[in-house]
């Protein structure tokens, strides 16, 4: 019930279509620019499946996060957080809606993606890879940051509160994507980059996409995002718990 | 006296007598010369560093360079191979060593590689060059990019109608 309402206020509300909207302008950018501008063009085609489906598994789980990190406290600001918690639905209901509803807009971020995907990699066999890669890392990615969100909504005082912690959270996730190359080698950047579920889920993706390995040879590069997505899924859903119509902070 | 003259003369014998690398007829000879790919493809070639003299050489450094062969491209080796420099030790007299090298075409045009070789020690001395590879790189359009400006505008254009429809109908309840 809460997950069905969650999704009618995101997709009829319009807000989530916004967001899609959003995201698939950033996507025809781009791909326009990867197919068109001479200085990217040079990429093989398998870089450039790979530059897009990377981009479109991090805005696709960074949507799903803004929208886990407005949840409970965005409720608690718009003063129906009490309705909600009068609702004849066990607490865990109410955030595992909450973030089935945030996952949705990841969903849809990975359907939009589909064609984006299959334009620059057709011809070269690699389009059913690419997107059952993107569809697995994207997922898990999803799970443990909507779940973050909620995670960190339900703790929040406020909703401001709660998207700069998340955001400042992902930005801290992100960053070890952004080391040069000698500091991601040697056994400690390799262990910097196998912990952090981001890092680990898109240098996954790089390896079957663009070197084409199979998909056992880097499994175990899965093993921090599927740890990370069960973690702060039940994380998230036992959050519930600590719910207060006040928040953490005030109240 | 006469015995630190004698032994400054045997010294300096023993080190005139260690042999710089074109005496020691060392040689670099490339897998191939002529190379034809295209943007944004790797390639790979090997050379092989033979020591034809009959005694050992000092401990050896293999160097890839890359340049154009044309004015106005610039090059950046960096961008090219990430693994340029091979130290290769001593190579025995009479033996050889193998060294395969792997490089990234990141400009199109006539580029010219070769492979020198040096001395570990930082001797004073010229290092020995291979043959020039020449490399013709094809400009190549890895996509078909007349096809996507339909879907780069398409794509959001529908969601757009999508998100106004909704709106509509939304309004109109």
């Known amino acids: 019930m809460i997950a069905e309402q969650e999704l009618r206020d995101l997709w009829i509300g319009g807000r989530a279509l916004l967001l899609s909207l959003a995201f698939s302008l950033l996507l025809s950018v781009l791909a326009y620019l990867v197919a068109t501008n001479t200085a990217l063009n040079y990429l093989e085609q398998r870089e450039s499946v790979n530059l897009t489906l990377q981009v479109a598994i991090a805005i696709g789980a960074l949507l799903a996060l803004l929208v886990g990190a407005d949840t409970i406290s965005g409720e608690r600001e718009r003063g129906t ?39 620059l990699g057709r011809g070269i066999g690699i389009v059913g890879v690419s997107l059952a890669a993107g569809l697995l890392v994207g997922t898990l990615l999803a799970v443990f940051l909507a779940s973050l969100g909620v995670l960190v909504s339900a703790l929040s005082a406020s909703n401001r509160v709660s998207l700069s912690v998340s955001l400042f959270l992902l930005l801290a996730l992100y960053a070890p994507t952004q080391f040069p190359t000698r500091a991601q080698q040697g056994w400690a950047g390799e262990l910097l980059l196998r912990i952090n579920p981001i890092a680990a889920g898109e240098h996954y ?14 499994a175990s590069w899965l093993v921090s995002p599927i740890i990370a997505a069960a973690a702060f899924a039940v994380a998230a859903v036992v959050a519930a718990r600590w719910v207060r119509l006040r928040g953490a902070a005030s109240g | 006296m006469t015995r630190i003259v004698v032994l400054c003369c045997v010294l300096a014998i023993v080190a005139c007598s260690a042999p710089s690398l ?10 191939r010369t002529q190379v034809s790919t295209s943007i944004g493809r790797d390639f790979t070639f090997s050379t092989r560093v033979d020591n034809k003299a009959s005694t050992a050489t000092k401990p050896l ?75 013709s790189i094809a400009q190549r359009r890895t996509l078909n990019s007349g096809g996507i400006l339909p879907l780069a505008a398409g794509i959001p254009a529908a969601l757009a109608a999508l998100a106004v429809g909704v709106r509509f109908s939304r309004k109109r309840r």
């Open chain 2, 61 to 135: 450094v293999a160097h890839l360079n890359v340049l154009s062969l044309r004015p106005g491209v610039y090059v950046d080796p960096e961008d090219w191979s990430s693994r340029r420099t091979v130290f290769i030790g001593s190579i025995p007299a009479r033996g050889s060593r193998l060294i395969d090298w792997k490089v990234k075409a990141v400009n199109s045009g006539d580029i010219g590689i070769y492979v020198a070789v040096l001395p570990q020690s930082g001797k004073a001395e010229p290092p020995v060059t291979s043959p020039t590879i020449h490399v």
């Open chain 1, 205 to 218: 993706v790089g390896k079957l996409v663009i070197d084409a390995h199979s998909w056992s040879r880097d």
């Open chain 2, 22 to 31: 074109a005496s020691a007829a060392v040689t670099i000879s490339p897998s």
């Open chain 1, 81 to 119: 957080l009490e309705t909600l918690l009068l609702t004849p639905v066990p607490r865990t209901g109410i955030t595992t809606g909450k973030l089935l509803g945030a996952l949705s807009l990841w969903i849809a971020a990975f359907v939009i993606s589909i064609p984006y995907v299959w334009f």
